[in-house]
């Protein structure tokens, strides 16, 4: 069991430590600056991130007067500009350089990567490079480059603290344990929407009930993914990568109520559960304050409230991206890739009506078996074979 970070986090509990949200406008963003508002001196907002929502970046930016500022594009740079109150004059970063940079800052302690699709790739990377700590939320990054990222971490020292709820709940459970000790890791899956649907029943499905997640407030692109079950599947990879589990020792089962993240069966047939209320603001914490806990202001579980926790095993006929993934990781490297830039291509098509529900599995599985194996050894492959895979399921849903 070998951890993707190094633990020698010398953050003592009275430091206030400098912080850069990549995707500050995001669920995820939006939910670290509530715990971070609840903690106000142990934290320095560096830099915020936030896209194309201009109005939303100016108010936190207007709130907490970071000293960097990163849009998407250089006419989005003006609009924020203008949005700013008078006297306040911060950095303006814009594009893919832009967010390189913020992700590097050299007095940032900590790098909160909270954006949604390979746009994360590179900034993520950066702040690997730069031996940052990178509260990691961007689960692409790792999909598409845990090789690369595994050996930058190496050199750098760089640490990187699992945001999703599962694997922040595994992280916990794990600590303290030797591989030795360790059967088998299972990450839990609300199941979304659909978890007790079967495959011709999924069909004609529309957006807004895929979007209608039961249990947690995500971003269309991660609801989508949860009601496919595809997020499960990405996370299998990350789970694999970050804390280097062979796939077969990784399993998924589905629990609707979201109330336990992950668990840990060791070889003497013991488990242990990590278990919390369906708020993201609770992993966002223990990434914050890590080594240290944070209260994050939420209501505490109430065991005694809970009326029942069910488990079942996935359907793999009605969710087969599960399997794609699994698949995917096991046919090589460059697999993965395809499977991520397909899928992303394939929910947009969905949100915007052009594909049917059940066609998200469908195309993906159809780049992944157009694929032939090549090198993905610097970002550059990786971003290549990135747009290609993207032009190619672009033309087949043409």
Request: net charge negative.
């Amino acid at each position: 069991m070998q951890y993707i970070s190094s633990l020698n986090l010398q953050y003592r509990p009275d430091q206030t430590r400098s912080l850069v949200i990549m995707g500050s406008t995001g669920s995820i963003g939006t939910s670290a600056l509530k715990v971070i508002q609840g903690h106000p001196d142990k934290f320095h907002i560096l830099g915020l991130a936030g896209a194309r929502n201009v109005r939303l970046l100016a108010q936190q930016a207007n709130h907490y007067r970071p000293d960097y500022l990163a849009v998407l594009d250089r006419e989005l740079a003006g609009e924020l500009q203008n949005s700013l109150a008078p006297g306040y004059t911060p950095h303006i970063l814009a594009g893919s350089e832009g967010y390189v940079q913020m992700a590097s800052l050299q007095t940032a302690d900590m790098v909160l990567s909270a954006m949604v699709g390979a746009a994360g790739l590179l900034p993520t990377l950066e702040a690997v490079q730069h031996g940052k700590t990178i509260l990691l939320a961007n689960k692409e990054s790792l999909v598409l480059a845990g090789h690369l990222i595994r050996t930058s971490c190496e050199r750098s020292k760089a640490v990187i603290l699992p945001v999703d709820s599962e694997h922040n709940a595994l992280f916990q459970a794990l600590q303290g344990h030797v591989t030795g000790e360790l059967d088998s890791v299972i990450i839990t899956a609300s199941g979304g929407p659909f978890w007790d649907c079967k495959a011709s029943g999924l069909e004609n499905m529309k957006p807004e009930q895929a979007l209608a997640h039961p249990n947690w407030s995500m971003g269309a692109k991660i609801s989508i993914d949860s009601a496919t079950m595809m997020n499960k599947g990405l996370e299998l990879i990350e789970a694999h990568h970050l804390f280097g589990i062979p796939m077969d020792k990784i399993r998924v089962l589905v629990h609707p109520q979201s109330l336990v993240h992950a668990l840990v069966q060791f070889c003497d047939g013991s488990i242990l559960a990590h278990m919390g209320i369906p708020d993201m603001q609770m992993p966002i914490a223990h990434c914050l304050g890590y080594p240290h806990r944070l209260d994050p202001g939420l209501k505490p579980l109430d065991l005694a409230a809970c009326a029942e926790l069910g488990f079942y095993r996935p359907d793999h006929k009605s969710f087969p991206c599960l399997d794609l993934a699994v698949d995917a990781i096991r046919r090589g490297p460059s697999y993965p890739v395809v499977l991520n830039a397909s899928n992303e291509i394939c929910v947009e098509s969905f949100l915007r009506g052009k594909i049917g529900f059940m066609d998200i599995p469908r195309l993906n599985s159809r780049a992944l078996e157009e694929h032939s194996p090549v090198a993905v050894d610097s970002p550059a492959e990786i971003l290549n074979l990135d747009y290609q895979t993207r032009q190619r399921v672009h033309e087949l849903i043409l």
